[in-house]
């Protein structure tokens, strides 16, 4: 047996051997993301000790939003709170932003709106008009989210203020996408919701990298220490994902999982939508510390090497049957996972397609990669 054994792989002929070999390597990889890091998602959590009340600072940036502040605005403006304060920042619209805004301050007390005047030769993206927002803050904690999203509950800023401890500088939230009928839809959810995986269970397991914009919470002081977006100011995104990526330290980071605690956005209606909006988040990705692009960009890349190697050995026996067994070994693992992730950030409807969607996402996420990257100078966040 062994004198076969070694007759094998002494012939590199066979390359059914090595390419055998290459499965097992990156299955182990993908049970290292999965066994090590992302089952982090099913354990239970612990609830956050602080009841004390921390006055807080909600900051949102509108750029021709009129719509969506006249549906959402209020959702976060009557919240079950004692002590907040509500700041828009009016960007240049062009709409009725500034009427609704207008109709909003005569019923609201805690609303203040803050104005950056149009001009049609310098240029800004959303940093420069959510730093104005954090300068006019009167709170030391910032919870941040966009015009298009609300929070599902009267108990969004409670939740997220029980992670406001001594020990946080950031608290991290999950922002998810509202539920329509339609293939586009229910993979953005999950594009979501495996987004959120991630950066929920990397923070746990001591590397925070990243935060999302839609429910992100974190200390002026630390803003203000860290001169902000300073190093990253020209980049159009990053706003959100590389100041936690650059600033958050493992042990100063909560994370909330309280579904009061979470906001919805309005989802991308178009493919081509979707993809710009994707595009623009990619772009600020190629700023995030070595170690951590490595180890993201290793797990689509062996999950789509393993795929690969999966197909191509699935016609050659006996090998089908290793083949298949550790197909079906991760494709159970997987789901228990992704089950878990879907009842844990309430995302519905996407498990019986989870298999689908994580074959496809790394071909569509580098194809959006890459024309990120080349298309960098024209992509604007409104």
């Excluded at 590389?242 to 600033?247: A, D, E, G, L, S």
């Excluded at 089908?320 to 789901?335: A, E, K, N, W």
Aim: charged content about 25%; glycine content about 4%; proline content about 3%.
């Amino acid at each position: 047996m062994f004198d076969n054994l070694l007759k094998i792989i002494t012939d590199t002929n066979r390359w059914e051997f090595w390419a055998a070999c290459t499965l097992g390597v990156f299955f182990l990889v993908q049970m290292f993301y999965y066994l090590i890091v992302f089952i982090r998602i099913c354990g239970k959590k612990k609830q956050p000790e602080n009841t004390e009340i921390e006055p807080v600072s909600v900051i949102i940036c509108a750029k021709n939003e009129s719509e969506n502040l006249k549906e959402r605005l209020q959702y976060v403006l009557e919240q079950d709170y004692p002590d907040f304060e509500v700041i828009v920042v009016n960007d240049q619209s062009t709409d009725d932003t500034e009427l609704v805004l207008d109709e909003y301050k005569q019923k609201y007390k805690n609303l203040y709106v803050t104005e950056i005047s149009h001009d049609r030769i310098f240029r800004q993206g959303k940093k420069l008009a959510l730093t104005i927002g954090i300068k006019a803050a009167k709170h030391e904690w910032l919870l941040l989210t966009d015009a298009d999203c609300m929070p599902v509950s009267k108990d969004w800023i409670k939740s997220m203020s029980r992670h406001f401890t001594e020990k946080n500088d950031f608290v991290l939230g999950f922002g998810g996408y509202e539920y329509n009928k339609g293939f586009l839809n229910k993979l953005i959810r999950y594009d979501a919701g495996f987004i959120a995986l991630q950066y929920f269970t990397f923070a746990e397991a001591g590397m925070p990298y990243m935060g999302v914009g839609r429910n992100l919470a974190y200390r002026k002081s630390l803003f203000e220490k860290t001169r902000g977006f300073a190093s990253h100011s020209r980049l159009m995104s990053g706003d959100d994902d590389i100041f936690v990526n650059n600033n958050a330290q493992k042990k100063r980071v909560g994370l909330s999982y309280d579904p009061s605690s979470f906001t919805v956005c309005s989802p991308k209606f178009t493919f081509h939508d979707w993809n710009s909006q994707k595009q623009r988040h990619y772009t600020a990705s190629e700023r995030y510390k070595t170690s951590h692009k490595f180890i993201l960009g290793l797990e689509p890349f062996s999950r789509t090497v393993f795929y690969l190697m999966t197909a191509a050995l699935s016609f050659f026996p006996p090998l089908y049957f290793v083949t298949g067994g550790l197909f079906l070994l991760r494709y159970v693992i997987f789901l228990i996972v992704i089950s878990r992730m879907s009842k844990k950030f309430q995302v519905k409807n996407v498990t019986a397609a989870a298999l689908i969607f994580d074959i496809i996402l790394p071909y569509i996420n580098a194809v959006q990669y890459i024309f990120g990257k080349i298309r960098k100078e024209r992509l604007k966040w409104k």
